[in-house]
């Protein structure tokens, strides 16, 4: 005899929307239609009257707590290990925490770490690791490393501080030994003296209170948001790192996680170069901690002028279509304010990114303009001519491995297409064109 989730129907494309933009709502992360299926297997873990009515019952009204932490118990990825991109820890430890702890110790001896998405705690405790090894006089501070996560199993993980050798695939041995106790049924424990000031905590990066001055409380000296936000929903990521840039002293750092790095909702930030490291301090022009947002910085961080124009309520198309004219006219400032209006209004356009892009490339900005476009694959994985592009820049720019696996995407996107196919965005490309360019390496001009 079938039950009801034998039953039921697969949910359809309208209730999948729905359900992606909820968690994007309620969680932040992104799940555009082609990771729809693990939604689907989310669901189905959660409730076992299936999938579509699960998302149902969760829409039917604002998810509890108890709903949030079964939902990122499924969905967030919980991958993380110590000293996870050892490049970052390299530039924190010769570099960022001596400057910190130099500046901190004629300023009353505290040091405020927040690992945002800590997960399991490996990072927070490499951090620990490395103050216990800068700072011989640790126990005349007062130090806080707070940990934070959205998902209760990692942070009970985090809370026992016993780890399996893999969690030590990046660190020599003598760095397990040293801070850590024999294994135990094949766990380590992190030495006592490690978890002096540190504190893990459940805290949702899209819902909830951030610590610092949005919760009343001073601001942090080094926040850890690494491999995060890279799978929120752009606009979601733009409103963390805003809230992050409001959580963080004046003279204070941001890590974000590789991947991330460079990425142009970053541009609030002030991107510092290390050896094979970026990380981001504030700007000086950044408001004071804890002020209350300058509405264009929502935006992913278009110019000041912007929100003028994009309360002028013209729609994305409009502006959209007087950026394009200005940039055919060479007047770029104005092209790049309707553009970043544009985007303002409609941060999900993939198009609008790509014509930023084009614009800030006519700048000389290509910088930028490659981050623009990272943007606009972000949204669109399957967006042709960006990847072209992308390749276009990474080659002339040097990269040349790189520009490589943009080619190869966009040529292996295009074999989906008939020659004929008009390429989306294109203004009339059409797929045999630009497969043919590619092919003779025009790609490199
Ligand atoms: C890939 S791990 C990164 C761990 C660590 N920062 C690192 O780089 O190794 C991503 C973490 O982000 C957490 N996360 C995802 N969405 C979150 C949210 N809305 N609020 C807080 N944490 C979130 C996940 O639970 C997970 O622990």
Known sequence: MPNDRDTEAAPDDALLTAFSGYITQHLGLHFPRGQWAELVRAALALDSAGAGACMRRLMAAPPTRGQIEQLAGQLTVG???FFREPAVFDALEHEVLPA????????????????????????????????????????????????????????RKAEQGRYRDW???????????????????????????LRRGVRFDYLNLAADLFPGPEAGAPTMDLILCRNVLMYFEPASAARALQRLGRALAPDGWLAVGMAEAGHAL????????????????????????????????????????????????????????????????????DASLCCAAAIATDKCDPALRYLRALILEEQGRSGEAIGALKDALYLDPDFVLAHFTLGSLCRRNGAAREAQRHFANALELLRGHAPDDVLAHSGGVRAGELADLMRAGAGAT
Do not use: K
Not at 275 to 295: C, E, S, V
């Open 79 to 81: 991958e993380t290990y």
């Open 100 to 155: 910190l702890i130099a500046a901190r110790r004629a300023a009353g001896r505290t040091l405020r770490v927040w690992s945002a998405g800590c997960c399991t705690g490996e990072e927070l405790y490499s951090v620990a690791i490395l103050l216990q090894r800068l700072m011989p006089d640790l126990a005349d501070w007062r130090i806080s490393l707070l940990g934070t996560d959205v998902n209760p199993v990692f942070l």
């Open 167 to 193: 969690s030590f695939r990046a660190v020599p041995a003598w760095l397990r030994q040293r801070h850590f106790g024999p294994p135990q049924d094949g766990l380590r424990a992190i030495a006592p003296a």
């Open 266 to 333: 970053l541009t609030p930030f002030e991107p510092v170069r290390f050896p094979a490291a970026l990380l981001y301090r504030q700007r000086p022009d950044a408001p004071p901690p804890g002020a209350a947002p300058a509405a264009a910085s929502v935006s992913c961080a278009v110019p000041a002028a912007v929100p003028m124009l994009a309360a002028s309520a013209e729609p994305a198309p409009a502006l959209a279509l007087r950026a394009r004219l200005s940039a055919d006219r060479g007047l770029l400032d």
